[in-house]
């Protein structure tokens, strides 16, 4: 049973940091093709932030995030964590970790592309 759990949410000001991590059990580290965060914001659906490969290649559409959030994986640790500086409100989201151990194309920045989802952890950017 492959379990995604992740943590590091809660409320801060505009401006602050935060570091999210996701801790993945359950299944081989390196069968995971990709591992990816996701967030909703309230009355929105989920949107693709950012993923990480197996060989470090990262997928970042959001140009509102770019610049602003890393992800880094730690294989010895099977964790995937994101980086979130110079937050900003409109980054208020239930932000969701995610693995998938195949996608291609578009489906890599997909909902329907990761097989595998975390519960959420909240992200509150105060004004």
């Known amino acids: 049973q492959v379990s995604l759990v992740e943590s590091g949410g809660g409320l801060v000001m505009t401006g602050d940091s935060l570091r999210l991590s996701c801790a993945i059990s359950?299944?081989?580290?390196?069968?995971?093709?990709?591992l990816a965060w996701f967030r909703q914001a309230p009355g929105k659906e989920r949107e693709f932030v950012v993923a990480?490969?197996?060989?470090?290649?990262?997928?970042m559409d959001l140009d509102s995030v770019r610049g602003r959030f890393t992800i880094y994986r730690d294989d010895a640790k099977s964790t995937v964590s994101l980086q979130m500086n110079n937050l900003k409100p409109e980054d208020t989201a239930l932000y969701y970790c995610?693995?998938?151990?195949?996608?291609?194309?578009?489906?890599?920045?997909?909902?329907?592309?990761?097989?595998?989802w975390g519960q959420g952890t909240q992200v509150t950017v105060s004004s």
């Open positions: 990480v490969g197996y060989t470090d290649d990262v997928l």
């Open positions: 995610a693995a998938t151990t195949y996608c291609s194309g578009s489906d890599c920045r997909s909902v329907r592309g990761y097989e595998y």
């Open positions: 359950g299944r081989t580290w390196s069968a995971f093709y990709k």
